[in-house]
C-alpha cells in the first residue's frame, strides 16, 4: 500500500501531513506513525498531522508527535495545514479543528496567520510560567529543570517587543521551533510584565510574531513546501 503524503516546515519545525479527507489511510498504529516519523528509515519529521473530515471546519486535525504519543495543539502544524487547505480550495480564510476548538488561518503579508483561541496562565513562581494553549507550557525564567508532563520554553532574552527561546517537546525532543510554545512564551511574558504588546518570538529555526487581540492570540509567519510524495506501508 502506498500513502500520498506532503512534507512541510515553519522555522525548522517540520511535519508530514496524510489527507484522509481524500486518500485511504492505514491504520495509524504506533509502529506506523514512529516509523513513518523517522528520520532514519521513515520520511522523518517532529510530528505526523492527519486530515480528517468535519462537520463544520474544513478539515479536523490529528496531531501525533514523533514517538506516537498525541498532542493537542501545534500552532507551527495549524499555519503549514492552514496554508495546503486554502492552496487546494482557493479559499482566502480555512478553518481547522482541534480536539478542543476551531481555528482560522490565512494568508497575510508577513505569511501564515492562524487564530490560536484562548489561553490560560495555570501557575506562576519566580522561576516559570505555567501556560495551557490547548497544550500544557511551561516557560522558563530561570533555573531549567526536566518537566517530562509539559512542552518546555526556555527564555535567554526578552524585552518589549523580542524573545528569544528554546524549545523541548513532548514527544519530539528538541525542536527547531513550536508555534503553540512561542504562544504560551508571550503569554508569560505578558503576565510578567502585567501589560501586552506584540512580540517577535526568536527561536532556533527563525522568527514568528504573537499578537493578541481580545482573549484569544494571534500566530504569524512564513511557511514553507518542502515536497510530497508516496510513503510505500510496508
Not at 202 to 226: A, D, F, R
Amino acid at each position: 500500500m502506498t500513502v500520498p503524503f506532503v512534507k512541510m516546515q515553519a522555522q525548522g519545525n517540520d511535519f508530514v501531513i496524510l489527507d484522509s479527507i481524500h486518500d485511504t489511510l492505514p491504520v495509524l498504529t504506533q509502529a506506523f506513525i514512529t516509523k513513518i516519523c523517522d528520520r532514519h528509515v521513515g520520511i522523518g519529521c517532529d510530528q505526523l498531522l492527519v486530515l480528517q473530515p468535519h462537520h463544520t471546519a474544513d478539515a479536523l486535525m490529528l496531531i501525533y508527535n514523533a514517538d506516537a504519543s498525541k498532542a493537542a495543539n501545534c500552532g507551527n502544524g495549524l499555519r503549514c495545514v492552514g496554508d495546503l487547505l486554502m492552496r487546494q480550495t482557493g479559499k482566502p480564510q480555512v478553518s481547522i479543528a482541534l480536539a478542543d476548538r476551531i481555528v482560522s488561518a490565512e494568508h497575510i503579508a508577513d505569511g501564515v496567520q492562524v487564530m490560536m483561541g484562548d489561553f490560560v496562565v495555570e501557575q506562576v513562581t519566580k522561576d516559570y510560567t505555567d501556560v495551557l494553549v490547548g497544550n500544557p507550557h511551561r516557560v522558563y525564567f530561570n533555573h531549567v529543570q526536566t518537566c517530562p508532563e509539559r512542552n518546555v520554553e526556555i527564555i535567554s532574552d526578552y524585552d518589549e517587543s523580542h524573545a528569544a527561546i528554546r524549545i523541548i517537546e513532548r514527544g519530539a525532543g528538541e525542536t527547531l521551533a513550536c508555534g503553540s510554545g512561542a504562544c504560551a512564551t508571550a503569554a508569560a511574558i505578558w503576565q510578567r510584565q502585567g501589560h501586552v504588546s506584540p512580540l517577535v518570538i526568536q527561536m532556533p529555526g527563525g522568527n514568528v510574531k504573537v499578537h493578541q487581540l481580545g482573549t484569544e492570540l494571534l500566530l504569524t509567519g512564513i511557511v514553507t513546501y518542502v515536497f510530497d510524495g508516496q510513503y510505500v506501508c510496508v
